[in-house]
């Protein structure tokens, strides 16, 4: 059973920062994939950022480009989102999302979710 865990969301203003982490426990394939995704209040939840577990693999929704960086620490079995230059259009709860294989396409489907991690962007 694989378990995600997410934290470090909160409040914050535009054009600031947050650091939302990812725990993951119960991983035994070396070619785990992971994913963040947001939902915002009433609407559908979309892909954020990707990445390969060794890390050579980096993937990006265009809104979020050159502002996000997505890494992961395999000694700690984290998958980390930095988010940068943070706009109110961000306001949304976080997943991350975890599988054993890459996908085709880094939009999915993935097998394990976290529960969510709130980040507000105040103007």
């Known amino acids: 059973q694989v378990d995600l865990v997410e934290s470090g969301g909160g409040l914050v203003q535009a054009g600031g920062s947050l650091r939302l982490s990812c725990q993951v426990s119960?991983?035994?394939?070396?070619?785990?994939?992971m994913g963040w995704f947001r939902q915002a209040p009433g609407k559908e939840r979309y892909f954020v950022a990707a990445?390969?577990?060794?890390?050579?693999?980096?993937y990006y929704t265009d809104s979020v480009k050159g502002r996000f960086t997505i890494s992961v620490d395999g000694a700690k079995e984290t998958m980390y989102l930095q988010m940068d230059d943070l706009k109110p259009e961000d306001t949304a709860t976080y997943y991350c999302?975890?599988?054993?294989?890459?996908?085709?396409?880094?939009?999915?489907?993935?097998?394990?979710w976290g529960q969510g991690t709130q980040v507000s962007v105040s103007p």
């Open positions: 999302a975890g599988r054993p294989l890459p996908p085709l396409n880094p939009e999915g489907p993935y097998d394990y």
């Open positions: 119960g991983r035994t394939s070396s070619w785990f994939f």
């Open positions: 990445i390969s577990w060794n890390g050579d693999r980096k």
